[in-house]
């Protein structure tokens, strides 16, 4: 410590307010070193509580707020697994087995039975002409030839459509005098 006597002052003063105060009598003697040397080290910290109470460089003179809790952090929601691209090419039936053959991507043709997994999703039902996947809750169909309404792929010709009552009333009766029953 630069100033030694400023030290030895500071605890006689406080040994002699003791006494005024009617504390126990304190020689410099039994004043601990570490208290010649810094004088708070003999007073209890529980004397020391207005300094935390109330902090001295503070405008309003209350201890500062405990900090505020940083807002939870949610998970964003894992994106939805799309579903696999692939081409559903044929089903067929071995001893009851049913085996969807299916081209992925890759252009890799895949033989699946139930439960096998195309794709990163679980074969949960083949039918004769439909194969469905489902990953988690959610389930997709495929169905074979769809998209082409039951006609050839390489058919271009415009989808029939179905006739009128009237028109089929007439084809009915001109087919009726054809073979006689009219």
């Known amino acids: 410590m630069r100033h030694p006597r400023v030290a030895y002052m500071v605890a006689l003063v406080l040994v002699l307010s003791s006494r005024v105060m009617g504390g126990d009598a304190l020689s410099v ?3 601990p070193s570490a208290a010649r040397d810094n004088p708070l080290a003999a007073s209890a910290l529980d004397l020391l509580s207005e300094t935390r109470d109330r902090p001295l460089f503070s405008l309003s003179r209350r ?11 949610f998970a964003a929601p894992a994106p939805e697994t799309p579903p696999p691209n692939i081409v559903l090419l044929a089903i067929v039936s071995d001893d009851g087995v049913a085996h969807a053959v299916v081209r992925t991507a890759e252009h890799k043709a895949i033989c699946a039975r139930l439960g096998n997994e195309v794709a990163g999703w679980k074969v949960t039902h083949i039918e004769p002409r439909r194969l469905v ?36 009333d007439v084809a009915q009766r001109q087919m009726e005098r054809r073979i006689g029953r009219q």
């Open 29 to 31: 003697a039994d004043v």
């Open 63 to 73: 201890p500062s707020p405990p900090p505020a809790l940083p807002p939870p952090e």
């Open 133 to 168: 996947l489902s990953f988690g809750d959610r389930a997709v169909s495929f169905a074979l030839f769809a998209g082409m309404n039951g006609r050839s792929p390489r058919s271009r010709e415009p989808e029939p459509t179905t006739p009128d009552v009237q028109t089929q």
